[in-house]
C-alpha cells in the first residue's frame, strides 16, 4: 500500500520528467547500482531505484538483474506479477532494436526453428449443419486429454487452448454469429482430434467461422503467453483451522478446464486501484480415502485452501468476498507432470503450512493410479497442533491404506505434545526418507515458504538425492 501511495503521489519516479527514450543495451548497463538502477523486462525499461525498499524479496533479488535484461529471472520467480501495472510510474522507455547480421544466404534462426517446427503445429478447420458449428483441431499429438483443453466461449468471442508439452497453441475467434452458452468438447486421445462443438442461437448460414483476433492460430511457447481470466463465483467459504479457509468458486457455463495435479491457478483482483494477482494450488474438496471406487471429477468448481493474513491486503480482501461474488481465476500453469510419478516406488512429501495444497491431488493420483507404489509419505511441519489442515482426515487415509504414513512436526509445540518438533534439517530429514528397497524409484516434493523450499532442497542435495528425484513447487 505504501508503495502504490508513492506511485499516485505525481512524483517523478523514472527520473526522466514525463519523458519516454529508446534505451541502447551500453545506456542499460550503466544504470547497475543499488542507487540507480534499471532494469529491463519483455522489451520495456524501468528505473526501480525508488522500488528498491518495497520489494518484497529485497534489494538483492533486484540487483541480480540490475543494468540487464531481467525477464528470465522475472519468470523463474514471479510471472505472474503484473509488473506494467506495479511499474508504470518506473517506465524509463523502450529498448533499441539490435540489427542482427545474417551470413548471405542463411535465415535468420527464428525462421530456421520454424520451418522445423512447422510439421508439429496444430492446424484448424470447422464446418456446419444448420444447428451446429463443429471446429475440428488437429493437434498432432497421440495422448492427449481434457487436463490439455482449455476452452471459454463468451458473447461470440471463443478461444480455444491446447498444451503441447511447453507449447501452447491458440484459436481466438470473434464469432460471425451469436452461439448457445452451452457447448461440448470430444477428444480423440489416441489420435489427438479435438472437437469444439457450438450450438447456433440463430439457424443461419455462416460465411465464415468469424473474425481473427490477435491471438488466433499461434503456437509459441507456454511462458511467453500471457495469462487468460475468467470470472468465477465463489459459491461456498468454509473454516478449516482458526486462520485457514476454504473457498470454492465456480467456473462459468462458457468455461471448460480441468487443472492438472500439481499446477496452479493464478486470482486477480484490484486493490486500491491496483491490480494485484496471486497464485494458489487447487485442490480436492476433501481427501478420497477409498480408491477402489473411481474418483468424480468436479470439473466445474475450484477449491482452494487460503491462508488468511491479518495483515494481508490480498488474502483480507478474499475473506471479505460474499457467496455470489466473482473473482479472475487464470488458466492452470505450471511444470510437475504426471510422468514423474510414473513406475514410482517410494513418494516423499515435504509440506509446510499451506504448501500441503499440491499434495493433496498429487497424493489421490499416486494412490490411486500407480500401481508400482510401496510408500507414501507426507512430513508435514506447523507452527502449532491447531495449524495442522485436514489432520483427521491425514490419520484416517494412514489407517486405511498401508501405503500412506503422515508425520506431523511442530516447531513451537504445546508442552503436552509428543510427536517431532523442529525445523527442517537434514538430520530430521534422514531419519524419515527410507526407501521400500535398496535403490527403488524416488521422488521427493516440497511445497511451502521460499526460505523452507530452499533449505529443504539444499538438505536433500547434502543427503545424496540426485536433482531427478527431488521437485519443489514454487510459482
Keep these: 500500500m505504501d508503495w502504490i501511495r508513492l506511485t499516485?503521489?505525481?512524483?517523478?519516479?523514472?527520473?526522466?520528467?514525463?519523458?519516454?527514450?529508446?534505451?541502447?543495451?551500453d545506456e542499460l548497463a550503466k544504470h547497475n547500482k543499488k542507487e540507480d538502477c534499471w532494469i529491463c523486462i519483455r522489451g520495456l525499461v524501468y528505473n526501480v531505484t525508488p522500488y528498491m525498499e518495497y520489494h518484497p524479496g529485497g534489494e538483492d533479488e533486484l540487483?541480480?538483474?540490475?543494468?540487464?535484461?531481467?525477464?528470465?529471472?522475472?519468470?523463474?520467480?514471479?510471472?505472474?506479477?503484473n509488473y506494467e501495472s506495479m511499474l508504470k510510474e518506473c517506465l524509463v522507455g523502450r529498448m533499441a532494436l539490435k540489427p542482427i547480421a545474417v551470413p548471405k544466404g542463411m535465415l535468420p534462426e527464428k525462421k530456421l526453428l520454424a520451418a522445423s517446427a512447422k510439421d508439429l503445429t496444430p492446424s484448424y478447420d470447422w464446418f456446419q449443419t444448420d444447428g451446429m458449428v463443429t471446429i475440428v483441431i488437429y493437434t498432432?499429438?497421440?495422448?492427449?486429454?481434457?487436463?490439455?483443453?482449455?476452452?471459454?466461449?463468451?458473447?461470440?468471442?471463443?478461444?480455444?487452448?491446447?498444451?503441447?508439452?511447453?507449447?501452447?497453441?491458440?484459436l481466438e475467434v470473434d464469432l460471425y454469429h451469436a452461439v448457445e452458452e452451452d457447448f461440448f468438447i470430444n477428444i480423440a486421445e489416441k489420435v489427438g482430434k479435438v472437437e469444439i462443438i457450438l450450438k447456433k442461437k440463430d439457424n443461419v448460414?455462416?460465411?465464415?467461422?468469424?473474425?481473427?483476433?490477435?491471438?488466433?492460430?499461434?503456437?509459441?511457447?507456454r511462458k511467453n503467453r500471457g495469462?487468460?481470466?475468467?470470472?468465477c463465483k465463489l459459491v461456498s467459504k468454509t473454516e478449516v483451522t482458526h486462520d485457514t479457509k476454504l473457498f470454492c468458486f465456480m467456473l462459468p457455463k462458457t468455461t471448460r478446464f480441468q487443472v492438472p495435479t500439481g499446477q496452479h491457478v493464478y486470482l486477480k483482483q484490484i486493490i486500491a486501484g491496483t491490480e494485484v494477482v496471486k497464485p494458489y494450488t487447487p485442490l480436492l474438496p476433501f481427501l478420497l480415502l477409498?480408491?477402489?471406487?473411481?474418483?468424480?471429477?468436479?470439473?466445474?468448481?475450484?477449491?482452494?485452501?487460503?491462508?488468511?493474513?491479518?495483515?494481508?491486503?490480498?488474502?483480507?480482501?478474499?475473506?471479505?468476498?460474499?457467496?455470489?461474488?466473482?473473482?479472475?481465476?487464470?488458466?492452470?500453469?505450471?511444470?510437475?507432470?504426471?510422468?514423474q510419478v510414473q513406475a514410482l516406488e517410494d513418494l516423499f512429501l515435504l509440506a509446510a503450512g499451506t504448501g500441503f495444497t499440491p499434495?493433496?491431488?498429487?497424493?489421490?493420483?499416486?494412490?490411486?493410479?500407480?500401481?508400482?507404489l510401496r510408500t507414501a509419505k507426507l512430513i508435514f511441519f506447523n507452527k502449532t497442533e491447531d495449524d495442522i489442515l485436514w489432520r483427521n482426515q491425514l490419520e484416517q487415509l494412514a489407517l486405511k491404506d498401508e501405503r500412506f504414513e503422515v508425520?506431523?512436526?511442530?516447531?513451537?509445540?504445546?508442552?503436552d505434545w509428543v510427536g517431532k518438533q523442529g525445523r527442517i534439517s537434514s538430520s530430521l530429514l534422514s531419519g524419515f526418507l527410507k526407501r521400500s528397497r535398496k535403490d527403488s524409484k524416488v521422488l521427493i516434493c516440497i511445497c511451502g515458504p521460499t526460505p523452507f523450499t530452499e533449505q529443504g532442497v539444499q538438505c536433500l542435495k547434502d543427503l545424496g538425492y540426485s536433482q531427478e528425484e527431488m521437485h519443489a513447487f514454487t510459482a
Design 407 to 415: 508425520q506431523f512436526v511442530l516447531s513451537e509445540p504445546a508442552r
Design 359 to 372: 499434495m493433496v491431488k498429487l497424493l489421490n493420483f499416486a494412490l490411486s493410479e500407480v500401481s508400482s
Design 8 to 25: 499516485k503521489s505525481g512524483k517523478d519516479l523514472a527520473g526522466l520528467k514525463g519523458r519516454l527514450i529508446e534505451v541502447t543495451e
Design 227 to 231: 495469462l487468460f481470466y475468467r470470472k
Design 140 to 170: 498432432k499429438q497421440k495422448d492427449m486429454n481434457a487436463e490439455l483443453v482449455i476452452v471459454d466461449c463468451q458473447d461470440k468471442r471463443l478461444r480455444g487452448e491446447i498444451i503441447v508439452n511447453d507449447y501452447s497453441y491458440v
Design 290 to 339: 477409498d480408491f477402489k471406487e473411481p474418483s468424480c471429477h468436479d470439473s466445474a468448481n475450484i477449491y482452494l485452501m487460503i491462508k488468511i493474513y491479518s495483515c494481508g491486503l490480498f488474502t483480507q480482501a478474499l475473506d471479505h468476498l460474499q457467496i455470489g461474488d466473482c473473482i479472475s481465476i487464470s488458466n492452470p500453469e505450471g511444470n510437475f507432470k504426471k510422468s
Design 205 to 221: 448460414h455462416w460465411k465464415m467461422l468469424g473474425q481473427p483476433l490477435e491471438s488466433h492460430n499461434t503456437f509459441i511457447k
Design 63 to 81: 540487483m541480480k538483474a540490475a543494468g540487464t535484461d531481467g525477464t528470465d529471472l522475472f519468470d523463474q520467480v514471479h510471472r505472474w506479477v
